[in-house]
Every structure is written in structure tokens, then in C-alpha cells.
């Protein structure tokens, strides 16, 4: 009798701890899941959350190299042709480029020697160059109603001619063969801040100045001095080193005297890729990039 009792409370404790597990397991397979998720939204929050203070923080170095572009101090230590340079403070990394938009090509001032050039600088072709250079002048048009009207569009170019100016470079991906060419490669190139039909060759990026030093005998319109910038492009990247978040900040700006910071901007740039231009470039007190009161706020 006692035997019987011990063998169904044995079997009750079994089927008891049997139970208990059973119900472990699935009260885990219903929790891990959340806290995998919520582990993984934290992290995903912090990158966000790193990533804004890297921006706002490249936002404000941009601002701090727009005012020494106005006062012309900047242009002495970075070149304006968007050669990379880089600094390092603390446990940070800042990237900077700037380019004079006197050594781009303006795609309402230029002709279409110095267009197809452009076009030749991004990889196409010569026979391809010289046809968006002809459907970009073909786009913009002629504004005189009593002209005579505007040729067919091209293969390349965009469904419909603009028959007006340019108003941003973006309007080139509205070319069949530019929509897949990223924006940041295009403004690289082109511009429509410069206002003039020739290019300065001391400020051409490196892409650029190879191409038209290969053709210095097509009678493109440059020149050797840049003269007077009519507007920069001001990119800044900031990261923290062994990290792989980064921010970004990008404009274009133009001197304007009557603002406090001496300039004004007339638009922001795409991102650019992020590569690791800290370990390719020349790497430089941030005092000389940014200034002594801008580097001692970083150190700090």
C-alpha cells in the first residue's frame, strides 16, 4: 500500500518537473524573442542617436569653414579643388573638402566643347560626352519665344526639354544615361553657381583636370587663374575612430557680407560615400582646419 502511494507521488513529481520545464521552454521561446528585438532597437537607437551628434557636430565645422571661405583664410590651408584633408582630436576623425565652383563647369554658362568634357570626365565615351553635352544644351533651350524651336530630343537625354535654365545640377539624372550616375559624382563636375562659359584649371578637381589636360587641343573654354569665387562646396565628415557610424554635413555657400558669418548658403550637397579618407590623406593639427577656438572646443 505505502509502496503504491510512494510509485504515484514518484510518477505526480515527474510529471510535475516534466510540466514545469515544458512550460519554461515556452514562456523562453515567447520572451527571447522580445529581448532580442528590444536589445537590438536599443542598439539600433544609440547608432541613430550617434550618428545625429556626429552630423550636428560636422554641421558645425562646416559653418566654421564657411566663414573662414569668407574671409578668405581657408583657402590657404585646404585646397579648393576637393582634395581630402583630414585631423584628428582625441578619439575623433574629421574629413574636409571644399571646392571652388569657378573650377567647375556651369551647365548654362558653358559651350558644348567644355560640356562634353564634363561628361567625358565621368567615363563616358567621346561620341556619348558630346551627345548629353548636346542634349544638355538642347534642355536648357533658347528663352527667345521668336527663336527658332528646339531639335528633337536625344536618346539620352530626358523625355521632355526644360527650355530654361538649369536651376540644379539634380536635373541631370533626368537624362536616361545620367539616372543612374550618383548625384554627389555629377556635382563633382557641374555646377550652376559659376555663371561663366570657362573653367579655372588651378581649381578643377583632379578627374576633371586630367580629362581637359588630355584635351588641351579642343578648344574648350578654360582658364589657367580661377579669379574670384562665386560660390564653394563645403563638405565635412566627423566620425569616432574604431567606429563605423558617421556623420555628414555638405553646402554650398557664397559670400555675403551683410550676414554676421560673412556667408549665406545657396543649398545642401548630396552625401558623399563614406570611405576612410583619414587613411589615404594627409592627416593635420585640427587647429590648422578649424581654427584655434574651434580645435579647443573639440578637445574638450
Not at 539624372?173 to 550618383?182: D, G, H, I, K, V
Amino acid at each position: 500500500m505505502t509502496e503504491g502511494r510512494s510509485e504515484d507521488e514518484n510518477g505526480n513529481a515527474g510529471f510535475s518537473l516534466v510540466a514545469v520545464l515544458v512550460f519554461m521552454l515556452i514562456v523562453s521561446a515567447i520572451v527571447v524573442p522580445f529581448a532580442v528585438t528590444a536589445k537590438t532597437r536599443l542598439m539600433m537607437a544609440n547608432n541613430e542617436i550617434e550618428q545625429e551628434r556626429l552630423s550636428l557636430l560636422a554641421e558645425g565645422l562646416a559653418n566654421v569653414v564657411s566663414s573662414e571661405l569668407a574671409d578668405g583664410s581657408a583657402t590657404e590651408k585646404l585646397p579648393p579643388d576637393f582634395t581630402p584633408a583630414s585631423c584628428r582630436s582625441g578619439e575623433f576623425i574629421f574629413d574636409v573638402r571644399i571646392q571652388d565652383h569657378s573650377g567647375l563647369i556651369d551647365l548654362n554658362a558653358a559651350d558644348a566643347r567644355l560640356l562634353s568634357l564634363g561628361f567625358a570626365s565621368l567615363g563616358f565615351d567621346r561620341p556619348a560626352s558630346e551627345e548629353l553635352a548636346q542634349a544638355a544644351i538642347q534642355f536648357r533651350g533658347n528663352t527667345n519665344a521668336f527663336a527658332a524651336p528646339a531639335e528633337t530630343v536625344t536618346s539620352v537625354g530626358p523625355a521632355q526639354n526644360k527650355m530654361a535654365p538649369f536651376e540644379s545640377v539634380s536635373e541631370l539624372q533626368e537624362f536616361s544615361a545620367l539616372a543612374s550616375t550618383p548625384l554627389h559624382d555629377l556635382d563633382d563636375v557641374f555646377t550652376v553657381f559659376s555663371k561663366r562659359g570657362t573653367l579655372g584649371l588651378d581649381h578643377a578637381p583632379s578627374p576633371l583636370r586630367t580629362v581637359l589636360a588630355g584635351a588641351s587641343g579642343s578648344g574648350a573654354s578654360t582658364t589657367q587663374e580661377a579669379g574670384e569665387a562665386p560660390a564653394y562646396s563645403v563638405e565635412v565628415t566627423a566620425r569616432r575612430d574604431g567606429s563605423g557610424i558617421a556623420g555628414q554635413a555638405g553646402f554650398i555657400v557664397e559670400k555675403f557680407p551683410a550676414s554676421a558669418a560673412g556667408f549665406r548658403r545657396l543649398s545642401r550637397t548630396p552625401a558623399a560615400e563614406i570611405t576612410d579618407l583619414a587613411a589615404t590623406t594627409s592627416s593635420r593639427d585640427c587647429d590648422a582646419l578649424f581654427g584655434t577656438a574651434a580645435a579647443q572646443i573639440l578637445r574638450g
